[in-house]
T-cell receptor, first 116, second 115 residues
Framework: SAVISQKPSRDICQRGTSLTIQCQVDSQVTMMFWYRQQPGQSLTLIATANQGSEATYESGFVIDKFPISRPNLTFSTLTVSNMSPEDSSIYLC?????????????FGPGTRLTVL | AQSVAQPEDQVNVAEGNPLTVKCTYSVSGNPYLFWYVQYPNRGLQFLLKYITGDNLVKGSYGFEAEFNKSQTSFHLKKPSALVSDSALYFCAVTPQYSGNTPLVFGKGTRLSVIA
């Protein structure tokens, strides 16, 4: 299993500013994912972040809005840039770890972002 | 592309009664299937998964789920609901192959257990 921590756990931000969310894992992992959970909605994948390569973004998400860093095998950051109230969501970090024939996915506690 | 449908936004059940939260999926090939639970102001917690083998999977907190390939379903069940089971439940799927594909989630079903 993996223990994942996120900072901050929650924040309230002003429109037009940016927030960087940190994700720390207690073991080395190749695959890390960032999800968004808008109020009352399901989890939507933003991007996949592999160490040593550029993040791969899902349809509807772009690097200018959600830049991601992956400097090593235990850490990643997601920045929400030029925020608007529509960015108010829970942002979750997730990692994939190999377990036999299946790679299991673990989730961090999430960062609850409110944009005023 | 894979997808998950949870047809019910809300399920209400009386404490002590059996509960079912429905999930159907679409995936190329065979699926890996999961249920997660999210309590208020908490992260996602893993409940159970189907990888292979017995179609009836038992998980945490007395929950179980039955994989039905012909109906492409993976309904979550519990014989006797508790008030503390009230939470948001997510079904998720990923295709069964050796590559690395992140989970795709359903929209979630809010379970309310009434005392």
């Amino acid at each position: 299993s993996a223990v994942i921590s996120q900072k901050p756990s929650r924040d309230i931000c002003q429109r037009g500013t940016s927030l960087t969310i940190q994700c720390q894992v207690d073991s080395q992992v190749t695959m890390m994912f960032w999800y968004r959970q808008q109020p009352g909605q399901s989890l939507t994948l933003i991007a996949t972040a592999n160490q040593g390569s550029e993040a791969t973004y899902e349809s509807g998400f772009v690097i200018d809005k959600f830049p991601i860093s992956r400097p090593n095998l235990t850490f990643s950051t997601l920045t929400v840039s030029n925020m608007s109230p529509e960015d108010s969501s829970i942002y979750l970090c997730s990692v994939e770890m190999r377990g036999g024939s299946y790679n299991e996915q673990f989730f961090g506690p999430g960062t609850r972002l409110t944009v005023l | 592309a894979q997808s998950v449908a949870q047809p019910e936004d809300q399920v209400n059940v009386a404490e002590g009664n059996p509960l079912t939260v429905k999930c159907t999926y679409s995936v190329s090939g065979n699926p890996y299937l999961f249920w997660y639970v999210q309590y208020p102001n908490r992260g996602l917690q893993f409940l159970l998964k189907y990888i292979t083998g017995d179609n009836l999977v038992k998980g945490s907190y007395g929950f179980e789920a039955e994989f039905n390939k012909s109906q492409t379903s993976f309904h979550l069940k519990k014989p006797s609901a508790l008030v503390s089971d009230s939470a948001l439940y997510f079904c998720a799927v990923t295709p069964q192959y050796s590559g690395n594909t992140p989970l795709v989630f359903g929209k979630g079903t809010r379970l309310s257990v009434i005392a």
